[in-house]
């Protein structure tokens, strides 16, 4: 009885907010996926041009997938590159857009870790067994597979 009278107090809520005009729904987010390398006048020109594109139809958010983000604290980045892709952001951000940095390219980290492979992380192993050997400076791997029940 209980949801009954719940679900007309719902009913009730949502038949006076549509008749006051108001949406109970935002309206969606729709995000931008844009593959860019800015960094040059000309590839940042392109990519407003696509902003411009996104946002015409509907689009409210960027997100960038750009290798420059990666390249953000080496010492070899030159820092006119950083100001294309500032530029780009905020070219963005103009339009009222929302942005997103695309900061960690999982299985392409390559860029990044040549800046600093201290940056890598290691997959989590679960299960396995180790013996130090004898000098305890090497992990060796105790293989407990059982084979396979009726592998032929």
């Given amino acids: 009885m209980a949801w ?13 907010a549509c008749r006051t005009g108001q949406s109970q729904t935002p309206p969606p ?3 931008y996926w844009h593959h ?11 990519s407003m041009a696509l902003i411009d594109q996104a946002y015409a139809a509907g689009y ?3 997100a960038f997938w750009d290798v420059s983000f990666e390249f953000l ?5 030159p820092p006119s590159r950083t100001s ?4 780009g952001m905020n070219y963005a951000i103009s339009k009222g857009m929302k942005v997103l940095a695309d900061g960690a ?7 990044v870790l040549q800046t600093n492979p201290n ?3 290691g997959q989590r192993i679960s299960g396995a067994r180790f013996q130090v050997n004898g000098s305890a400076t090497q992990l060796q791997l105790v293989n407990s597979f059982p084979g396979l029940v009726n592998g032929g």
């Fill in 84 to 87: 294309y892709l500032q530029q």
């Fill in 119 to 121: 940056w890598a992380e």
């Fill in 105 to 111: 390219p999982y299985g392409w980290s390559n860029d």
């Fill in 73 to 77: 604290n080496s010492p070899t980045w």
């Fill in 36 to 46: 860019s390398y800015l960094t040059s006048p000309s590839a940042l020109q392109s």
């Fill in 4 to 16: 009954l009278v719940r679900g007309l107090i719902i009913g009730i809520f949502g038949v006076v």
């Fill in 29 to 31: 987010e729709l995000w």
């Fill in 60 to 62: 409210t958010g960027v």
